[in-house]
């Protein structure tokens, strides 16, 4: 199986502020690789699809990118609402697995 | 726009089979490029991907887990189903489904169900 590996686990951060979320997989996964912000309670929303690809409706402020082995989700400047948990998964080769999540907190 | 929409048990006791139910609305789950899948979440923890069914009915399972899963579809009702089967403890989480367009991520969700494993 191909593992996930997210840092950091959880951030403090403040509005305004730039965050970014790493995702390493165990081999490449070439662009196979999604993001997902997930609030309490609610299904997950995927973000990002193919690495860097902007899901329809998804504000500009996230974005994606990396390749092979490394990816990157930055969120320019995290708004209110972007406080919630982050998570990466790969498609490339089944089964599907996703990273542990990274929980973004208000400082 | 299509919509998903999980329904079964929320209890289920130790060594018995917990089935669900995903309605999907807006949409046929016989459209080609569509995976249908079953994705779980214990509270507090990550994301586990259980398996899928295709728009031709073939299925693909977590080899973690495919000792005891079944995925099957109604086309007539335009549902997929989940069986797990021997449920333990361990298995207590939010089950999800979940529909993907190929190389894309999971879009649409169902708003998840609380499956509960206990005596």
């Known amino acids: 199986d191909i593992q996930m590996t997210q840092s950091p686990s959880s951030l403090s951060a403040s509005v305004g502020d730039r965050v970014t979320i790493t995702c390493r997989a165990s081999?490449?996964?070439?662009?196979?690789l999604n993001w997902y912000q997930q609030k309490p309670g609610k299904a997950p929303k995927v973000l990002i699809y193919?690495?860097?690809s902007l899901q329809s409706g998804v504000p500009s402020r996230f974005s994606g990118s990396g390749s092979g082995t490394d990816f990157t989700l930055t969120i320019s400047s995290l708004q209110p609402e972007d406080f919630a948990s982050y998570y990466c998964?790969?498609?490339?080769?089944?089964?599907?697995?996703f990273g542990g999540g990274t929980k973004v907190e208000i400082k | 726009q299509v919509q998903l929409q999980e329904s079964g048990p929320g209890l289920v006791k130790p060594s018995q089979t917990l089935s669900l139910t995903c309605t999907v609305s807006?949409?046929?789950?016989?459209?080609?490029?569509?995976?249908w899948s079953w994705i779980r979440q214990p509270a507090g923890k990550g994301l586990e991907w259980i398996g899928r069914?295709?728009?031709?009915?073939?299925?693909t399972y977590n080899s973690s887990l495919e000792s005891r899963v079944t995925i099957s579809r109604d086309t007539s009702k335009n549902q997929f189903s989940l069986n797990l089967t021997s449920v333990t403890a361990a298995d207590t989480a939010v089950y999800y489904c979940?529909?993907?367009?190929?190389?894309?991520?999971?879009?649409?969700w169902g708003q998840g169900t609380l499956v509960t494993v206990s005596s």
């Open positions: 069914i295709d728009a031709s009915g073939s299925t």
């Open positions: 193919a690495a860097s």
């Open positions: 081999q490449s996964i070439i662009k196979y």
């Open positions: 979940a529909g993907r367009i190929i190389t894309r991520g999971f879009d649409p």
């Open positions: 998964q790969q498609n490339y080769r089944v089964p599907l697995t």
């Open positions: 807006g949409g046929s789950i016989s459209s080609g490029g569509y995976y």
